[in-house]
């Protein structure tokens, strides 16, 4: 394989990594919007229902920073694989 067909595929695959990532951050934000306003209904106040998700995705970036080296190391093996 030449070094401009790997520099195609790398960057067609980048391509649709990037919109698969965009359209998956969308969908989460609207399901995360969802649930803030079912909350608000069910508690009486929008503002806790926003606080109460906004709580869920705190604990998730506390889980994030805690498994951070473990997710490096998986992402560095996919990608010297995919490179080779």
């Known amino acids: 394989m030449t070094a401009a067909e790997t520099a195609i595929k790398a960057a067609s ?13 969308s ?3 609207m399901v995360e919007l969802a ?5 608000g209904e069910r508690t ?3 503002s806790t229902g926003f606080l109460w998700v906004a709580a869920g995705n705190f604990l998730l970036f506390l889980i994030a920073i ?3 080296n473990p997710m490096i190391h998986s992402i560095q ?8």
């Open 77 to 84: 093996n996919g990608l010297s694989k995919f490179i080779k």
């Open 44 to 46: 009486g106040s929008w």
């Open 66 to 68: 805690l498994l951070k």
């Open 27 to 29: 969908s989460v934000l």
């Open 13 to 25: 695959s980048t391509a649709v990594q990037v919109i698969l990532i965009v359209l998956l951050i």
């Open 35 to 39: 649930i803030a306003l079912y909350l």
